[in-house]
Nanobody, 127 residues
Framework: QVQLVESGGRLVQAGDSLRLSCAAS?????MGWFRQAPGKEREFVAAINPTGGTTYYAASVKGRFTISRDNAKNTVYLQMNSLKPEDTGVYYC???????????????????????WGQGTQVTVSS
């Protein structure tokens, strides 16, 4: 069982930048970030493959957010630039129990494919 702990969320103004971190207690494979706004379903934000060489983004954040990882530290990051009020929500990192879980892009977007979840970190963007 891998424990995931997110950090870095806070209140910022529109246009600001913020970096989220997700520290894992052990080895991880592909990892993803999701977010959930009040009254809305959890949505995919970004994902990264085990080596960090391939990344995936939701259309709403592409060009503004960057996902990266430091496998030596078992940590995944989400750099968020040009933040907008609609980016407000609780951000969760997640990972699968086994390698090879994701065979296509749509797999990364599906929260059912992920087994481990952090407790979430709140990001609030004021206008």
């Amino acid at each position: 069982q891998v424990q995931l702990v997110e950090s870095g969320g806070r209140l910022v103004q529109a246009g600001d930048s913020l970096r989220l971190s997700c520290a894992a207690s052990g080895r991880t494979f592909s990892m993803g970030w999701f977010r959930q706004a009040p009254g809305k379903e959890r949505e995919f934000v970004a994902a990264i493959n085990p080596t960090g060489g391939t990344t995936y983004y939701a259309a709403s954040v592409k060009g503004r957010f960057t996902i990266s990882r430091d496998n030596a530290k078992n940590t995944v990051y989400l750099q968020m630039n040009s933040l907008k009020p609609e980016d407000t929500g609780v951000y969760y990192c997640a990972g699968p129990r086994r390698p090879g879980t994701f065979l296509r892009y749509s797999d990364y977007e599906s929260f059912e494919k992920y087994d481990y979840w952090g407790q979430g970190t709140q990001v609030t963007v004021s206008s």
